[in-house]
């Protein structure tokens, strides 16, 4: 997201009258405690709604009009959960849960901008941050802390805007107006501080890279690759390389933003930048625009992408106008089939599908 290079602290009063409309509408987390309705009642309907292809996991986003992350019955086209709350198979907010209390949530629970399902030592974690300051590995489906820190809360001078779990159960961080990456000691238990860095300009997404066993991080201008070195108790660190992203328009910045694994092929990444959707060819070290479905895939703005090797589906987020904040949206797209999700009075900034890996 963006806000010209400027505090968002300035925006919080717009935000907080769109968050009114649906925050109260949502289920409470402890209703979902055990990840959702059971088969056959409605958040599981017989039938899905026509065009859906069976076997389509759920969806997960980050809904910042209300502070949530949510995840949403991919049968459904429509999401209403005022209208009706089944639609929502589990959610998550700090606010308000103890377990939390200090990371202070009230102030850098702000514009949940990260969400990633990820699997360690067979627990299911949720990797998410908000770019006040808040970042946290969560539990699934307990919402208990693994791992958080706030990162300067109450601004956005730092602005965690991807996080991503290493094997060793350590957590990495890419800020994006801090300009760096680091590495937390997280398997140290659910407050640890310690954390190795380094500087990468716009630093915007993180993913670990299991056969290179390296951590791939996006910038305004590169993708990077980090050996992630030392011991869990002390990591480091290492720059081992860097590619230019593509550039639309000579002597800008690409502004390089979303980074995803493609499900299926893992020689390949999922890279947008402000213009564009790339995979990246891990291989030959080129950016390509050869996958299935680009036609529709690629276009400027992309704010998340990814798809689900099992349906074929590829869903992406693009901000949509006229809503409180300029990279917000209500829709997920969704391609091969082309379809839309819609959130009825939602903030979505990133949409995921659910395949904790």
């Known amino acids: 997201m963006s806000a010209g290079g400027l505090s968002r602290r300035g925006l919080l009063i717009g935000a907080a009258g769109a968050a009114g409309a649906l925050a109260g509408a949502l289920p409470s987390a402890a209703a979902y405690a055990a990840g959702g309705a059971p088969a056959g009642s409605p958040a599981h309907p017989a039938t899905a709604a026509p065009g859906v292809p069976p076997g389509t996991p759920p969806v997960l986003v980050t809904e910042q009009a209300s502070k949530r992350l949510l995840l949403l019955d991919p049968r459904r086209r429509v999401w ?14 700090p606010l308000g849960d103890p377990r939390y209390q200090d990371l202070r949530p009230d102030a850098s629970w702000v514009y949940p901008c990260e969400a990633k399902a990820r699997v360690h030592r067979k627990r299911t974690l949720v990797l998410t941050t ?46 994006s107006t801090g300009a760096l990456v680091r590495v937390y000691a997280a398997s140290l238990g659910p407050d640890a501080t310690r954390y190795a860095e380094d500087g990468l300009k716009g630093a915007h997404g993180l993913h670990w890279d299991r056969a290179r066993r390296v951590l791939w991080a996006i910038g305004d201008d590169d993708l990077v690759a980090y050996a992630v070195g030392g011991t869990a108790a002390r990591p480091t660190l290492t720059r081992t ?117």
């Open 130 to 175: 908000a770019s006040f300051g808040f970042v946290a590995a969560v539990e699934y489906p307990s919402g208990r802390r693994y791992w958080g820190a706030a990162l300067g809360p109450g601004d956005d001078l730092l602005n965690p805007h991807s996080a991503e779990l290493l094997p060793d159960g350590n957590v990495a961080v890419a800020c």
């Open 241 to 357: 390389s860097a590619v230019a992203l593509p550039v639309a328009v000579p002597g800008r910045t690409a502004g390089g933003h979303d980074l995803f694994p493609v499900a299926g092929r893992p020689g390949r990444l999922w890279v947008t930048t402000g213009a564009a959707v790339f995979q990246y060819d891990k291989r030959s070290g080129d950016f390509v625009r050869d996958y299935a479905g680009h036609e529709l895939v690629d276009r400027a703005s992309v704010k998340a992408v990814g798809n689900d090797p099992r349906t074929g589906q590829v869903l992406s987020t693009v901000p949509e106008k006229g809503l409180e904040e300029t990279w917000w949206t209500t829709k997920v797209a969704v391609h091969r089939p082309t379809a839309t999700y819609t959130l009825v009075n939602g903030g979505i900034y990133k949409a995921r599908w659910w395949l904790p890996r």
């Open 80 to 93: 209403d959960p005022a209208a009706d709350p089944a639609v929502v198979r589990w959610q998550f907010s």
